[in-house]
Nanobody
Framework: QVQLVESGGGLVQPGGSLRLSCLTS????????MGWYRQKPGKQREMVAI??????DYAASVEGRFTISRDNLKKTISLQMSRLRPEDTAVYFC???????????WGQGTQVTVSY
C-alpha cells in the first residue's frame, strides 16, 4: 500500500515562489514514475511535471519556472515553483505510478493560490 501526503501549498503573490513536497510511504522504487498534477476549477486534472528516473518532463506552461526533484532514499518528491502566475492557481496533486502492479496512487491535494 502506498500513501502520499502533500504539503507546502498556500497563498503567494504573482512572481513569488513556493515549494511543494510529497512524503510517500510504502514500497516505491527508483523505476516508479513520480510526478505532480494540478486541477483548476472547472477543468480536468493536468500534468505539471513527471520524473521517470531520467530527464523530467514538464508542461509547456511551467517549463523554465518549475523544477521537480525526487529523493529515492527519503521517498519524497518536491516541486519548486518560481515566477508564479495567477493562472498557476490550482489544487496540486502528488502522483506515483508503480510499474510492479501498474497502479496509480494520488495524494489528497494541496491548494496553491497566486493572487494579490
Amino acid at each position: 500500500q502506498v500513501q502520499l501526503v502533500e504539503s507546502g501549498g498556500g497563498l503567494v503573490q504573482p512572481g513569488g515562489s513556493l515549494r511543494l513536497s510529497c512524503l510517500t510511504s510504502g514500497s516505491i522504487t527508483s523505476i516508479d514514475t513520480m510526478g505532480w498534477y494540478r486541477q483548476k476549477p472547472g477543468k480536468q486534472r493536468e500534468m505539471v511535471a513527471i520524473d521517470r528516473g531520467g530527464p523530467a518532463d514538464y508542461a509547456a506552461s511551467v517549463e523554465g519556472r518549475f523544477t521537480i526533484s525526487r529523493d529515492n532514499l527519503k521517498k519524497t518528491i518536491s516541486l519548486q515553483m518560481s515566477r508564479l502566475r495567477p493562472e498557476d492557481t490550482a489544487v496540486y496533486f502528488c502522483h506515483v505510478h508503480k510499474w510492479l502492479n501498474d497502479y496509480d496512487y494520488w495524494g489528497q491535494g494541496t491548494q496553491v493560490t497566486v493572487s494579490y
